[in-house]
T-cell receptor
Framework: GAVVSQHPSRVICKSGTSVKIECRSL??????MFWYRQFPKKSLMLMAT?????????EQGVEKDKFLINHASLTLSTLTVTSAHPEDSSFYIC?????????????FGPGTRLTVL | GQNIDQPTEMTATEGAIVQINCTYQ??????LFWYQQHAGEAPTFLSY??LDGLEEKGRFSSFLSRSKGYSYLLLKELQMKDSASYLC??????????WGAGTKLIIKP
């Protein structure tokens, strides 16, 4: 199947700093990528839909100025957590759907664990 | 509204069979997925159903009834490594996944 990578896998930062997380589709093009956040023992929460060449679509309650998304190319989307605070500590996961919507499978990156001190 | 329900936790014995149910109400339907997620890891794809019926893949099978808004994941010959959370998700008309809260499956020897 298709492969999605994320970088970094883990990051620890001080409160007030910004952190950038990259999501790459390695062997396919993704016009759309999804960013999720997951708290311990909770299901995935969709944060935003990243669209190549246009603005991201944010879910209700997600601050777009706090979580900046840039879909720079057909294989790369970045999520920047600006002025991170301890409550932003979480597991962030991206996914990209197969370009063939008939199969509809989404491929997940391995996730990025963010810890804000 | 959109809603997906699945049990919070289930316990089963190694070598046995377990069925994890999922009921859903969504606007638009482009299929139902089951994912497995081990703690601290991203979900991994198990199955996709878009038509009614049973899809079998090795020890795992998934069933869908669109008229009833119901699916189940059947795991046979349970192994200790099957201890994980199992997430049910439907795909809406915009090809976005709507996630259930997940079922934590505990396998006992």
């Amino acid at each position: 199947g298709a492969v999605v990578s994320q970088h970094p896998s883990r990051v620890i930062c001080k409160s007030g700093t910004s952190v950038k997380i990259e999501c790459r589709s390695l062997d396919f093009q993704a016009t759309t990528m999804f960013w999720y956040r997951q708290f311990p023992k909770k299901s995935l929460m969709l944060m935003a839909t990243s669209n190549e060449g246009s603005k991201a679509t944010y879910e209700q309650g997600v601050e777009k100025d706090k979580f900046l998304i840039n879909h720079a190319s057909l294989t790369l989307s970045t999520l920047t957590v600006t002025s991170a605070h301890p409550e932003d500590s979480s597991f962030y996961i991206c996914s990209a759907p197969d370009s063939d919507h008939e199969s509809s499978e989404q491929f997940f990156g391995p996730g990025t664990r963010l810890t804000v001190l | 509204g959109q809603n997906i329900d699945q049990p919070t936790e289930m316990t089963a014995t190694e070598g046995a069979i377990v069925q994890i149910n999922c009921t859903y109400q969504t606007s638009g339907f482009n299929g139902l997925f089951w994912y497995q997620q081990h703690a601290g890891e991203a979900p991994t794809f198990l199955s996709y159903n878009v038509l009614d019926g049973l899809e079998e893949k090795g020890r795992f099978s998934s069933f869908l009834s669109r008229s009833k808004g119901y699916s189940y994941l059947l795991l046979k010959e349970l192994q200790m490594k099957d201890s994980a959370s199992y997430l049910c998700a439907t795909m809406d008309s915009n090809y976005q996944l709507i996630w259930g809260a997940g079922t934590k499956l505990i396998i006992k020897p």
